[in-house]
């Protein structure tokens, strides 16, 4: 149990640490203001998520999960061949997009990979996953 959990909570520290630096990547350049507010709400929120998944990973001992350079290195780079075009904002909100589409199917796998993890830190990643759900209904607007 207690190494499901730990796994779990790395792959949630790992997944909030992305979603916090892509969104913290691409805020200087978002010329609408409900675009704005939107990210810097879901910034808010994914910093208070790992803030939690932090406190988990302390209690196990575990100093969590980076997510993988080559992956942050990518966003970086998509994002900003993304932000150069004509409209920033709908393609900010494209990139956004998939970084939601990706950790919602990720934390889902990862909660099938690890069922014996602690009832509180999949009820947890699944807030995660709710949070990147709303996230992503609310870009659709953007696209």
């Known amino acids: 149990m207690e190494d499901d959990t730990i796994k779990l909570l790395r792959e949630c520290s790992a997944g909030l640490k992305m979603g916090i630096e892509s ?3 691409v805020l200087d350049d978002v010329e609408n ?5 939107l990210l810097k709400d879901s910034y808010d929120i994914h910093c208070r998520l790992k803030k939690e998944t932090d406190s988990y990973l302390e209690k196990y001992h575990d100093e969590g999960k980076e997510p993988a350079p080559i992956a942050k290195a990518m966003a970086k780079m998509k994002c900003s061949f993304k932000t ?6 709908c393609s900010i909100a494209n990139f956004i997009t998939d970084g939601c589409n990706m950790g919602i199917k990720s934390l889902h796998r990862y909660l099938n990979q690890y069922p014996a993890a602690d009832k509180g830190v999949k009820h947890l990643t699944k807030q995660i996953i709710k949070t990147e759900e709303e996230l992503l209904a609310g870009l659709h607007q953007f696209l």
């Open 23 to 25: 969104i913290d990547n």
């Open 33 to 37: 203001g409900a675009l704005r507010g």
């Open 84 to 89: 150069m075009g004509e409209n920033p904002d």
